[in-house]
């Protein structure tokens, strides 16, 4: 669990890393991005990277959890974390979406409950699956 965790977690931070400089050279483009900006860039990477790399295969593939607090743990921190990669990539775009934090994170949990149903549903297909194959 641990090497996949690790494994996981080094994928999506490095490709978030990209992902985010690639994106910002494109809206700062020609402009200077002073140093201290590199690293804002790469902690947005870093926060990437545990979400979706530790905290989401976790929750999803290990935890023991119901599925309502599962999805009541990832809503909160796919919003928190949202949150806090809006303020370090611009605190002005920050202030531009706080105040509508709370459709933010109800519209996160709509997400969630929707993407859960089909998770499960194809979750419980392919164990269906696999159960026929081995009574035939």
């Known amino acids: ?4 965790l690790r494994q996981s977690f080094t994928q999506a931070a490095f ?3 990209l992902w985010i400089f690639l994106l910002s050279s494109f809206v700062y483009h020609g402009l200077n991005i002073p140093f201290d900006y590199v ?3 790469i ?3 870093v926060i990437f990277g545990i979400i979706f790399g530790v905290i989401y295969p976790y929750l999803w ?3 023991t959890f119901k599925a309502s607090v599962n999805i009541v743990l990832s809503t909160l921190i796919n919003s928190l974390g949202g949150f806090l990669v809006v303020y370090l990539f611009s605190g ?3 202030n531009l979406i706080k105040e509508y934090a709370l459709f933010i994170i109800l519209l996160t949990l709509a997400g969630h409950i929707i993407a859960f149903y089909y998770y499960s549903k194809y979750e419980n297909k392919k164990l269906a699956d696999s ?3 081995f009574k035939k």
């Not at 669990?1 to 996949?4: G, L, Q, S, W």
């Open 61 to 63: 593939g290990y935890s």
């Open 92 to 94: 002005d775009m920050f």
């Open 131 to 133: 159960l026929n194959k």
């Open 15 to 17: 490709g978030s890393i």
């Open 43 to 45: 902690g947005i990477g």
């Open 39 to 41: 690293w804002n860039l």
């Open 1 to 4: 669990m641990n090497t996949h």
